[in-house]
């Protein structure tokens, strides 16, 4: 299904307000994930498994030194606190273990412009965001189980070039639009009191 990034922007938010995440992270996710499709980067593919992962009852960071260490994190719930807390320089760095997406932490990422992060796995950079670039390096970058972030510039030269339009795979949007319908309501005098549908005048 060929989309514009603002088509994939909407399909993305309305399948995690499917998905009953609140709607704050909706719009973290849906700039992220097309963030990620814009650079040719499997984004959705990575929403999608996310979203199947089972959430472990949540654990506060532990600390050691200037790092933060989140356990058993999902790139959802614990990958966005991680990623504010490091903005918010709280802490030098911060390491996720047995992350379900390292991807879509870049994504979540990219949503704080101005600001330069570096991703690695077991020492060695495989990503960095600057100037609202994503910086690639496809040598190092693995599907790892423990990420570290940090607010660094990185000296990767591989910026991954941005697209105008994303191709995603029918079995990729089916499940989106899927998830999407979630968020439809029975007609009835009920919803619409509670704010479903349109208006009266076309100002609504």
């Known amino acids: 299904m060929d989309l514009s990034l603002s088509e994939l922007k909407d ?3 309305n399948a995690c307000m499917g998905s009953n995440l609140p709607t704050g992270v909706c719009e973290d996710l849906s700039f992220g994930v097309t963030f990620l499709e814009s650079r ?3 984004g959705s593919k990575e929403l999608l498994n996310s979203l199947k992962c089972e959430r472990h009852p949540p654990v506060s960071p532990q600390k050691n030194g200037l790092c933060l260490i989140f356990k058993n994190a999902r790139a959802i719930f614990e990958g966005l606190s991680a990623i504010d807390f490091l903005v918010s320089e709280v802490c030098d760095s911060v390491v996720l273990e047995n992350i379900d997406s390292p991807m ?4 979540l990422a990219s949503n704080y412009t101005g600001v330069s992060f570096s991703f690695f796995d077991n020492r060695k950079i495989f990503a960095s ?3 609202e670039e994503i910086i690639w390096n496809h040598d190092h970058y693995k599907y790892s189980n423990v990420v570290e972030i940090r607010l660094k510039h990185s000296s990767l030269e591989n910026i991954l070039n941005r697209c105008k339009r994303v191709s995603l795979d029918d079995t990729t949007f089916s499940e989106l639009a899927n998830l999407s319908s979630n968020m439809l309501v029975p007609e009835s005098e009920l919803s619409r009191e509670r704010g479903a549908g349109a208006g009266n005048i076309d100002n609504d």
Do not use: Y
């Open 11 to 13: 399909l993305v938010f």
């Open 40 to 42: 040719s980067l499997a």
């Open 104 to 107: 879509l932490l870049i994504g």
């Open 129 to 131: 965001l600057q100037n």
